[in-house]
């Protein structure tokens, strides 16, 4: 039997919810994102896109673009609560639904069509009750296989919904752009360009040798498989997360390192209180690093035992900004994240007879007095938890 895998993916999902909570938004161009010097888009409207607006873009440039547009900075207390309900949704029709973010996840409903009937059938039903729900819209795609499907969730939006039968995967694809390719980024893009690949249907008249000896062994397999619709990847449920991070850009560069110490306090604070709310630890603190103009360092240490402790995560990150910063180069943007993750309470003891819990203990209190009246609540001397910690964590994240 021919799996039946559908991708989800809101429309414009931050800018459509502040649309539905705010009517008087309905019609406009809306940019979420941030809204300093330095900020970036995170969801644009459909109406912004029309100026050409689009995720990712510097908000000064879509300024320029769509000057009277609404900039909003994001809510990502009632992004999240929409993405549970999407998640509740989704889990009516399939126990194999695997997040991508927010907005969109993948979902193996093959052993749901006897039951819900086939994948187009499955499909309408859940975008009419995340629509009934959220008052929100859905695109679906519906295919063989998770790229086929994503390409498709894609095709036709918003509120659009794509099935691509089985065996009609290559035709589907065939007149589409190189760039639709999963795993063809700019780089090789311009190669097949210089070979004068500019559509699918392109890669798909090459034969695999020909492929190999121009992409490599692995990659030239893979874009032959791939322009075909062929794509065996399973639907992980409950992917296990791989890191939790937390960073922030300045409106000016940063030079002071006290301040630059502080800031990282903040951050660390934040990262901790989502290991915990989690019920993770990491074995791994890493550190990130950008200087003007678009310099970026990266960092890491292990540290022994994994931990989720708010202190030991801001002192890896010290010293490795003091590693870092030998010749005091200003820093525009500053992160701190923490991998290698495992359940807490499968954390090795630091020492025989340590006691920890006290630390524990702050932490926790700190994470109760700030989850119900903000972060600006409660923080530790020498931290910046009440300007830092506020700014809204990137929806990228991957707690």
């Known amino acids: 039997m021919d799996r039946v895998i559908l991708h989800a993916d809101m429309d414009a999902f931050y800018a459509a919810l502040e649309q539905r909570d705010r009517p008087e938004l309905r019609g406009k161009p809306v940019i979420v994102g941030g809204l300093g010097r330095r900020g970036v888009v995170s969801t644009a409207s459909y109406e912004a896109r029309r100026f050409g607006v689009h995720s990712a873009m510097p908000t000064a440039q879509a300024r320029r673009l769509c000057p009277d547009g609404v900039y909003l900075r994001p809510r990502m207390e009632a992004y999240v609560e929409a993405s549970g309900v999407l998640r509740e949704v989704m889990e009516s029709f399939t126990d194999l639904v695997e997040p991508l973010s927010l907005d969109e996840a993948f979902l193996d409903v093959t052993g749901s069509v006897r039951l819900h009937g086939g994948g187009e059938a499955i499909a309408r039903a859940l975008r009419a009750e995340v629509l009934r729900r959220t008052e929100l819209t859905v695109s679906v795609g519906v295919a063989t296989s998770k790229f086929v499907a994503k390409v498709a969730s894609d095709h036709d939006k918003p509120d659009g919904l794509t099935v691509v039968p089985a065996g009609g995967e290559a035709a589907f694809l065939a007149p589409l752009p190189v760039a639709r390719l999963w795993g063809a980024g700019r780089k090789t893009q311009e190669r097949m360009a210089r070979h004068g690949l500019r559509t699918i249907a392109d890669v798909q008249a090459l034969a695999v040798e020909t492929l190999v000896a121009w992409f490599g062994q692995a990659s030239g397999r893979h ?7 062929l794509d065996d990847r399973p639907v992980k449920a409950d992917r296990e997360a791989k890191s939790v991070s937390r960073e922030t850009t300045f409106e000016e560069d940063e030079t002071d390192a006290e301040r630059l110490r502080a800031i990282l306090l903040a951050l660390s604070e934040d990262v901790g209180r989502r290991l915990r709310r989690h019920g993770l630890a990491g074995r791994t603190v890493r550190l990130k690093l950008r200087y003007p103009p678009f310099e970026t360092l990266t960092r890491q240490v292990r540290v022994d035992p994994a931990t989720h402790d708010d202190l030991e995560i801001h002192g890896a990150a010290c010293r490795l900004l003091e590693a870092t910063r030998a010749k005091r180069q200003p820093v ?57 910690a506020e700014r809204q964590p990137d929806p990228r994240d991957d707690v």
Request: glycine share 16%; net charge neutral; charged share 25%.
């Open 223 to 229: 874009y032959h498989a791939l322009c075909r619709g």
């Open 332 to 388: 525009r943007l500053l992160g701190v994240g923490v991998a290698d993750l495992l359940p807490a309470d499968a954390a090795v003891q630091t020492e025989l007879f340590a006691d920890r819990r006290g630390d524990d203990t702050v932490n926790r209190t700190l994470d109760a007095i700030r989850e119900r009246f903000g972060h600006a609540a409660a923080g530790r001397g020498g931290g910046l938890s009440g300007t830092v």
